[in-house]
């Protein structure tokens, strides 16, 4: 499902991963000639991996993040070990395979249906190598989806974030929305300026997994779980987790 960011510069500075993501994925990746990643929206992860040997493929459905990622990989690196493509990770078809396949910072739940999650999943392991992995990471939600009470869209009153941008600092402001028996978060953001700029927002939305639901989507890819944690620390994945990190291989 295509979601076009308005305000791709914004949302790049908002977006700037999960704690400890970069160091994981270099270290998930140690070995491989070729990566693949889903989803490389401002080209975030692909600038480091090309930095440390790899050949990097980034694919996303979103033009203004793409041509983020070009200027940044142009600024800072990567050159001839980097590609990118506009596609949608659920049917592009590359040339060649790929030791790793990636799928980082949620953009498996950026899909909108368990069915759309499985046949992202089912491209990953068409597009590996033999011996190639698929790893991606999101949120887990388990304790907040079996504990929380679902009620009206829930505002901060507080910024979660203070951005620079065009000469002026940006207050950001989240609303969540949820669903329980559908599994759907809708996050907006609102982008509110210092000075006279017009305020802008940025919506999210997101069809999560439950942490027992992971294996069957994988299997149902054609994949084999070979590893699983509960964070980018090798913490042990539980109902009290809030990280999901996952490896696996072509079953």
């Given at each position: 499902?295509?979601?076009?960011?308005?305000h791709?510069?914004l949302?790049?500075?908002?977006?700037?991963g999960?704690?400890?993501?970069e160091?994981?994925?270099l270290?998930?990746?140690?070995?491989?000639?070729s990566?693949l990643e889903?989803g490389?929206g401002?080209?975030?992860?692909m600038?480091?991996?090309?930095?440390?040997?790899h050949?990097?493929t980034?694919?996303?459905?979103?033009?203004g993040?793409l041509?983020?990622a070009?200027?940044?990989?142009a600024?800072h690196?990567?050159?001839p070990?980097?590609?990118?493509?506009?596609?949608?990770?659920?049917?592009?078809?590359?040339?060649?395979r790929?030791d790793?396949?990636?799928?980082?910072?949620?953009?498996?739940?950026?899909?909108?249906s368990e069915?759309?999650?499985v046949a992202?999943?089912t491209?990953?392991?068409?597009?590996l190598?033999?011996?190639?992995?698929?790893v991606?990471?999101a949120?887990a939600i388990?304790a907040?989806?079996f504990e929380?009470?679902?009620?009206?869209?829930?505002?901060d009153d507080?910024?979660?974030?203070s951005?620079?941008w065009?000469?002026?600092?940006?207050n950001?402001?989240?609303?969540c929305?949820w669903?329980r028996?559908?599994q759907?978060?809708q996050?907006?953001y609102?982008f509110?300026?210092?000075?006279?700029?017009?305020p802008?927002?940025?919506?999210?939305?997101h069809?999560?997994?439950?942490?027992g639901q992971?294996?069957?989507?994988?299997?149902?890819?054609?994949?084999?779980?070979l590893?699983s944690a509960?964070?980018f620390q090798?913490?042990?994945?539980?109902?009290?987790s809030?990280h999901l990190?996952?490896?696996?291989?072509?079953?």
């Open positions: 499902m295509e979601h076009l960011i308005a791709p510069e949302y790049a500075l908002l977006h700037q999960t704690p400890g993501d160091a994981f994925y270290d998930a990746c140690h070995g491989a000639r990566v889903f490389c401002h080209g975030r992860l600038r480091p991996l090309a930095l440390a040997g050949r990097v980034g694919i996303d459905q979103d033009q993040l041509a983020l070009q200027a940044s990989i600024r690196g990567g050159g070990c980097t590609a990118l493509h506009h596609g949608d990770m659920r049917t592009a078809s590359l040339d060649g790929f790793r396949v990636i799928i980082p910072y949620n953009g498996l739940y950026c899909l909108a069915a759309e999650q992202c999943l491209n990953a392991a068409r597009h190598a033999p011996g190639g992995r698929v991606f990471d949120y388990d907040f989806h929380a009470d679902e009620d009206d869209d829930e505002t507080d910024p979660v974030a951005l620079a065009r000469g002026t600092v940006w950001v402001f989240e609303t929305g669903k028996s559908t759907r978060l996050v907006r609102d509110q300026p210092a000075d006279d700029s017009t802008v927002s940025e919506q999210v939305d069809r999560y997994l439950l942490t992971v294996a069957r989507v994988c299997e149902s890819a054609g994949l084999q779980i590893h509960g964070g090798n913490e042990p994945l539980d109902r009290d809030e990190v996952c490896i696996a291989q072509a079953a």
